[in-house]
């Protein structure tokens, strides 16, 4: 039945002055599970693709040995769990199978060795293979991709498997562990299949992300899930960001004239889904408007799926009156804030790739101010590290780079209200 999903739009302001000039427009998008939605278990199917590279050797292997056989311990019967290998070449280490014969799987498992090069997309292509036997609307599909190291030459191959992934309802969590792997790469398999991607900076922390993933997925209240916007005459989209659960963003396969058209994956029962939309508004008399009109449509996963979906309007009101048009949401604020620190660091790197140092020193710089203002000392003073870097070494260190990016986009996480 209808109801398991709850959407709810809101502006940056209650009223908006009505000017002759275009103006901007921060409008948040909060896609809810309801306490309607049935607390029922959906089950699993699951595929952990794991780098075993020579530089995996050690405390990276062993942690992910331990990282697994938790995993294992935390599906249910009903579940699909299957595990793929890879370096050059990609080995099936555990089929899709029912979660059964804990001991001798874990004893599978504890075998792994590391050594050889890295060529990801092998692995990608047999985890899929294996998570399709199984994937559907009955169940939740995830592959989960560990590496440490740069892929050789087949960087398009992992993004089309990443697309044919989200054709098949599977989507992809992209874990990179130390310093050196592409995160561009991991961010676009991530994006291409509706899932997200992370920094791993120590190999201690690899058993509990894993956990906490299952834990994300066993709370999963609908899937499929598709934003659509129809934006009224002249209104202009310029941004469009996820935010909750992390800042990612979706301009890029989103915008249009008249229309926004993202597809979302998941919206779990605690975290939800939100989207933060830029519009520009043009000249308009004083009164009340609709925007746009959203629509979310999703499936609810069981035994007999159902699709569904809710809409709700985007209304603003104009006013000549100054006294009415000066206050402000302050969680769309605070939202906006740290996405605009997040989208600075991006900048700057921008800047680097083009030569721009100075340029992205300033970036570095104001999002360092930024990061301070809002309580974030550690990441503020990681972007004053790479500024520095730039204006002594000409370039920012692989390390820094990743905190930042990663650290930025989980700012959402830590909001005040």
């Known amino acids: 039945m209808a109801g398991e999903v709850q959407l709810q739009c809101t502006t940056d302001k ?245 229309d926004i058209m993202v597809d979302i994956g998941t919206v779990d029962k605690q975290n939800g889904q939100t989207l933060l939309i830029d519009f520009m508004l043009p000249s308009r008399a004083p009164g009340r408007y609709r925007i746009a009109q959203a629509e979310l449509a999703y499936t609810v996963p069981g035994e007999t799926p159902i699709n569904e979906s809710v809409r709700s309007d985007v209304i603003i009101m104009l006013s000549d009156d100054e006294s009415q048009t000066q206050d402000q949401d302050g969680h769309v604020i605070n939202i906006v804030e740290r996405v605009t620190a997040y989208q600075l660091q991006l900048e700057a790197r921008e800047a680097v790739n083009t030569g721009k140092l100075d340029v992205a020193t300033v970036k570095l710089r104001e999002a360092a101010t930024r990061l301070l203002e809002m309580g974030e000392a550690e990441l503020a003073a990681e972007a004053e590290k790479e500024a520095v870097n730039l204006e002594e070494q000409g370039e920012m260190s692989a390390t820094g780079t990743k905190k930042l990016q990663y650290g930025t986009r989980k700012l959402t996480q830590r909001l005040d209200g």
Request: net charge negative.
């Open 14 to 258: 209650p009223c908006y002055p009505s000017t002759s000039s275009m103006q901007k427009v921060h409008v948040l998008l909060d896609v809810k599970a309801t306490t309607m939605q049935t607390l029922e278990r959906t089950p699993i199917n699951l595929c952990m693709v794991i780098d075993r590279s020579g530089s995996m050797l050690g405390a990276k292997i062993d942690q992910v040995k331990q990282a697994v056989n938790h995993v294992l311990d935390q599906l249910e019967t009903d579940d699909f769990m299957s595990v793929v290998l890879f370096n050059e070449r990609s080995l099936v280490v555990l089929p899709a199978q029912h979660i059964q014969d804990l001991d001798q799987l874990k004893a599978r498992v504890n075998g792994l060795q590391a050594e050889g090069g890295t060529s990801m997309s092998k692995g990608m292509k047999d985890g899929l293979t294996e998570l399709i036997k199984h994937a559907g609307p009955t169940r939740i599909s995830r592959m989960i991709l560990l590496t440490d190291g740069q892929t050789w030459e087949d960087e398009s191959d992992c993004q089309h498997l990443a697309s044919e992934a989200k054709l098949n309802e599977v989507s992809i969590t992209a874990l990179g562990i130390g310093e050196d792997w592409n995160e561009v790469l991991l961010d676009a398999i991530a994006r291409n299949s509706t899932g997200r991607a992370d920094y791993i900076d120590t190999p201690d922390k690899i058993v509990t992300l894993f956990q906490e993933e299952v834990q994300q997925l066993q709370d999963i209240a609908v899937q499929g899930v598709k934003m659509s916007l129809r934006l009224s005459k002249d209104i202009q989209p310029r941004q469009i960001y996820r935010v909750i659960p992390d800042i990612i963003d979706l301009s890029h396969t989103a915008l249009s004239d008249r």
